[in-house]
């Protein structure tokens, strides 16, 4: 059993909610951080953090931007490793309104960042995202790829995210591993990601929308995978590449301790495979409206993951058709007790 005290932010969030119970169960003392702002229903966050026991965690309700605050926290708490996931999700929200991607996404990180200078930690593990590949065409995806040319401000948040952290790495030898996430997902998941919307909008007989016709391809991760892949990575350190050439740098190595990995299926599907996956389990029939390509989505997302298999030993590995089923059975689950407990107040 562990003794180490580890801070999750976004705790209350999908990723955040998984991972804090990983946690706990490996006997670590977590310390949960998180604003609990009403980008998607609250209700389901405060749910998320009702089903975590509070005899194993210390909870802290506060924005990222908080930067006081957040310094106390690292003071108080003595904090061994930090895994960041907080943050402001969502590519086409960033579109309307991108003033909260800077605040979020940069400000925040800042926060986590100087926190950490401050007070040191053994390692800092951050969610980046898949979205960093941009206008990328080759596939699948690799972090050798250079990822210069996002599409949304969200991806440039994400990009902006691990070159700050290479900074501190290379400033103050703070230990940085950054995880590009290909869309997640799994029981207690966001209402606004792609299943969620699919299956609620279906098992209500209600239109679904699916961009580029339906023949978007996307690495859809299960969440244990991912943190399967997190909780590994939280046992080795990030080193300086001896073999590091500074006259041909690779974007994903370095002479400081710093490393970024995909974290995806490397198992792409359809939007119409995986809404007919939906339709079969559920038992009823999408009514689809098909659109173009929106302003700053990818048409296609694919990850290499050989990296992190190297360094950890493990790929992600759940089926798309037993992670659907998964999904909603917890979806049938949950809101048919809420509906039950609602008729019967």
Known sequence: MQNKTILITGIAGFIG??????????????IGLDEVNDYYDPSLKEARLMELDPNRYTFYRVSLEDAATISRIFE???????LHLAAQAGVRYSIDRPDVYITS?????????EACRHYPVEQLIY??????????TKMPFATTDAVDHPLSLYAASKKAN????????????IKTTGLRFFSVYGP??????ALFKFTEAIAKGQPIDLYNYGEMGRDFTYVDD???SIYR?????PVADPAFDQENPLPDRSNVPYRVFNIGSHSPIRLNEFVALIEERLGKKAIKHEMPLQAGDVPESFADVESLFETIGYRPQTTIEAGVHAFIDWYEQHYRLKEEVQDGA
């Open 76 to 82: 108080t708490e003595q904090i061994d490793l930090v």
């Open 127 to 136: 969610a980046s995202s898949s979205s960093v590949y941009g206008s990328n």
């Open 162 to 173: 691990e070159l700050m952290a290479h900074t501190y790495s290379s400033l103050y030898g």
């Open 233 to 237: 990575l939280m046992q080795t350190e």
């Open 188 to 193: 207690w998941g966001r209402p606004d990601m």
């Open 226 to 228: 991912i943190i399967e």
């Open 17 to 30: 909610f998984h991972a804090a119970r990983r946690f706990m169960a490996e006997g670590y003392r977590v």
């Open 105 to 113: 996404n940069i400000v925040g990180f800042l926060s986590i960042l």
